[in-house]
């Protein structure tokens, strides 16, 4: 069970992402800094209790219409080894744990585990701010993932309706600026 810690962290998780968005091949906004607001998430549970997992959504409000961003993120104690330059997101300093090194979670082997798990049916989404609370909004849809097929991730969300639905998939939502909600598929199942 993943636990949330009421404290600080410096910089915010949205001022590391404010940097290192922009420098993504899959970032669709312009050259200029994006406005960054949280829009919704969940965590899933490290087995070995070590690595932390938040699947953040975040909005970036510069654009004509708002975009919706999808960034997995792994909290780790030590620098995780063998990674490329650009999985990690940036440093912290958290008011309890210490440095936390935060990366981006398709490059992280517990953050793709864990949603393979998830995808299978053998882990539980938990909520983003509260420690030890399923959470139910998250849903898996269709066929479970086996060693023949690969997860992708989807990085820039459109709501359900707009999508088209691979046979397995992962549904979450998140809210726009303008407090309508929204839900799309945050990750599917790929034939490798």
Same mark, same amino acid.
Do not use: C, N, Y
């Given at each position: 069970m993943a636990l949330i810690h009421r404290?600080?962290?410096?910089?915010?998780?949205?001022?590391?992402?404010?940097?290192?968005?922009?420098? !993504?091949?899959?970032y669709v906004g312009d050259a200029g800094t994006p406005e960054l607001v949280k829009a919704g998430?969940?965590?899933?549970?490290?087995?070995?209790?070590?690595?932390?997992?938040?699947?953040?959504?975040?909005?970036d409000t510069t654009a004509r219409e708002p975009v919706a961003y999808l960034v997995p993120m792994s909290y780790r104690?030590?620098?995780?080894?063998?990674?490329?330059?650009?999985?990690?997101?940036?440093?912290?300093?958290?008011?309890?744990?210490g440095t936390r090194w935060v990366y981006d979670g398709v490059?992280?082997?517990?953050?793709?585990? !864990?949603?393979?798990?998830l995808l299978r049916g053998e882990a539980m989404p938990q909520h983003q701010s509260e420690s030890d609370a399923p959470d139910p909004t998250v849903t898996v849809h269709g066929a479970g993932l086996d060693d023949a097929f690969d997860v992708h991730v989807n990085r820039v969300l459109q709501p359900a309706e707009a999508v088209q639905r691979p046979s397995g998939h992962l549904v979450a939502g998140w809210t726009w600026p303008n407090g309508t909600a929204a839900r799309g598929v945050l990750a599917a199942v790929e034939p490798r």
């Open positions: 404290t600080t962290m410096t910089p915010t998780k949205r001022e590391l992402l404010t940097e290192w968005l922009p420098k !993504q091949s899959w998430g969940f965590r899933l549970d490290d087995p070995e209790g070590a690595v932390g997992i938040e699947f953040m959504v975040v909005v104690g030590a620098a995780l080894e063998g990674v490329p330059g650009e999985a990690l997101i940036g440093t912290a300093e958290h008011g309890v744990l490059h992280d082997p517990v953050v793709t585990a !864990q949603l393979r798990a």
